[in-house]
Every structure is written in C-alpha cells, then in structure tokens.
C-alpha cells in the first residue's frame, strides 16, 4: 500500500510551475498526468528542481519569444 507522502497542495503547486515552463503543449499534458501519479517526498522533489530548470521568470519572456510588457523589459534591463 502506497501512502501519499504530497498531498494535493503540493501537487497543485507543481501544475501551476508547470504553466510556466518552456515545455511544450503536448510535454505538458503528460508531466501533469505524472504529477498526478507522485507519493513520495522524493519524486516530488526531483519533479520540483526539473520543472524549476525548464521555469520561464518574468525576464527571459523576452528572449524567448514570448508576451510581454514594460515591467518585463525592466526586469531585463537591470
């Protein structure tokens, strides 16, 4: 029997960083059905620091082609 060592908080937390990753449409829908599928402190850790790698801040929207706006050009400048 396995426990839930996450719960659904965390869960939630790792969908929301996902949103915001460089990862495309189709990598999304699959990593959100992983997440759903994690127990241990372990994997959501390691699920935590990959999504943390691929996370799109507010200042790289612009580098990556993305939507953006003034404060955005402003966290790029400084």
């Excluded at 960083?17 to 449409?25: A, F, P, Q, S, V």
């Excluded at 372990?42 to 990959?50: H, I, V």
């Excluded at 706006?69 to 400048?77: C, F």
């Amino acid at each position: 029997m396995n426990i839930d060592e996450i719960g659904d908080s965390k869960r939630e937390y790792l969908k929301t960083i996902l949103e915001n990753t460089t990862y495309d449409d189709d990598s999304k829908e699959i990593l959100s059905i992983r997440i759903e599928c994690l127990m241990t402190m372990k994997e959501y850790e390691k699920a935590l620091n990959n999504l943390t790698m691929n996370y799109i801040q507010d200042k790289h929207r612009i580098s990556l082609g993305l939507n953006y706006n003034q404060s955005d050009i402003k966290k790029t400048l400084s």
